[in-house]
């Protein structure tokens, strides 16, 4: 029997090259694009290249970036978001591409890109307890645009040390935990589209 096909949008806040974040979704990327119909969607936000929110900007002409944005994230089934710590928070890419896809457009429901959709969270830092503190305040955020956020999560920790040279999670572990999350998130993402 055939499984309902399914989009998952994937996310890391991280802005730059080499970052963590990027690689352990990768890492992840691979065992949930095995899944029977699943369809990944790597939505950068380096590429994206988002102006800083602002009511002026929005008014005056909404921008490319953040349409485009708006339109994959509502293209979604689900939506998977590494997250680096900065400060014991989450960074401002990532607070910035939420803020301008929180806008509605004309003839578009309100939070369009976000309620009633299923979210899973990962994070990744240098620091003993992964970025933990940061995906708390994710998942706050999240939960107040009302999307269903998954309790399963998972933070790697001291990540400047967890990644082989190619990229991979060297402790299996650590492997384990991410794609559990990945895993999780396509179930439920499933379950909750054939309910609809």
């Known amino acids: 029997m055939s499984q309902t096909p399914i ?29 029977d119909q ?7 936000l380096s590429e ?27 293209a979604a ?3 998977l978001i590494s997250s680096p710590e900065y400060n014991g928070s989450f960074s401002g890419a990532l607070k910035n591409a939420i ?3 929180s806008r509605p457009r004309p003839d578009e429901e309100s939070l369009a890109c976000f309620k009633g959709k299923v979210c899973a969270l990962l994070a990744a830092s240098p620091g003993a307890i992964g970025g933990l503190r940061g995906i708390r305040h994710v998942r706050q ?14 933070a790697l920790g001291k990540a400047h040390e967890a990644f082989d040279d190619n990229g991979q ?9 991410a794609n ?14 054939s309910a609809l």
């Open 7 to 35: 989009k998952i949008a994937m996310i890391s806040g991280s802005l730059r090259k080499g970052s963590f974040n990027t690689k352990l979704l990768k890492c992840v990327d691979e065992t949930v694009s095995g899944m």
């Open 38 to 44: 699943v369809e990944l969607d790597h939505i950068s």
């Open 48 to 74: 994206l290249d988002l102006p800083m929110f602002n009511e002026d900007l929005e008014a005056a002409s909404f921008p490319e970036s953040a349409l485009e944005l708006k339109r994959r994230l509502i």
């Open 77 to 79: 089934d689900g939506v």
């Open 99 to 101: 803020d301008w896809a």
């Open 141 to 154: 955020v999240l939960t107040q645009l009302q999307m269903h956020v998954i309790p399963q999560e998972f």
């Open 169 to 177: 999670l060297k402790e299996e572990f650590a492997r384990n935990m």
């Open 180 to 193: 559990n999350v990945g895993q999780s998130l396509v179930k439920i993402a499933r379950m909750h589209k």
